[in-house]
């Protein structure tokens, strides 16, 4: 890609892509590749919402819960749907519930990062900040967790990227492909 078609992508960039996946699929990776190729912000759902919260993840599922968890994604999704030009990766359970994917269709595309649980147990096998993986940091325990959330994630999403095997590279010229179909860039 040359840097004055870079330039002209960046320029035409309309609307937000949102990365939705399981934890492990690559989706901040990718978001920030692309954030890099379109010199777009970036929005990481799960750090904005612990910079607001003051805590981690973990943090807020033990003290309030795992539904006033949810309910924050779904308030930063509807404070984002009103805005455009954002790569958005998504936590991992934003794609459950009905309400944020009409907030995502409203104002983007999404795009479904998969990856096989043995990719994903090797991205996640030393990170502590997975409280839904907590005891759980096995293959079978990971694909069964994918299995629960698979149909959740297709029915959301608008296009679906496989990350096994490839670069961070390769899977954002193919997201860029994406948009470029969608007529979010040119």
Do not use: W
């Not at 929005?43 to 309910?71: N, T, V």
């Not at 297709?154 to 994406?178: F, H, P, R, W």
Request: glycine share 8%.
């Amino acid at each position: 890609m040359t840097t004055a078609n870079t330039k002209t992508q960046a320029e035409s960039f309309t609307g937000n892509l949102f990365l939705i996946g399981f934890m492990g699929s690559g989706k901040s990776t990718i978001a920030a590749e692309l954030s890099r190729m379109l010199h777009r912000p970036v929005l990481e759902m799960d750090e904005e919402i612990e910079k607001r919260e003051g805590m981690s993840i973990p943090a807020i599922f033990s003290e309030h819960g795992e539904a006033y968890f949810r309910q924050l994604e779904t308030d930063l999704l509807k404070e984002t749907s009103a805005l455009g030009g954002f790569l958005v990766s998504c936590g991992g359970g934003a794609a459950m519930r009905e309400e944020n994917v009409r907030e995502m269709k409203k104002s983007g595309i999404i795009v479904l990062l998969t990856a096989l649980p043995e990719t994903i147990l090797e991205r996640v096998a030393d990170d502590e900040n997975r409280p839904l993986l907590k005891g759980r940091k096995n293959t079978a325990d990971i694909e069964a967790l994918i299995e629960k959330r698979r149909p959740a994630y297709e029915a959301a999403a608008n296009y679906q990227v496989a990350t096994d095997q490839k670069t961070s590279a390769e899977i954002a010229e193919e997201i860029l492909g994406i948009l470029e179909k969608e007529g979010m860039i040119s």
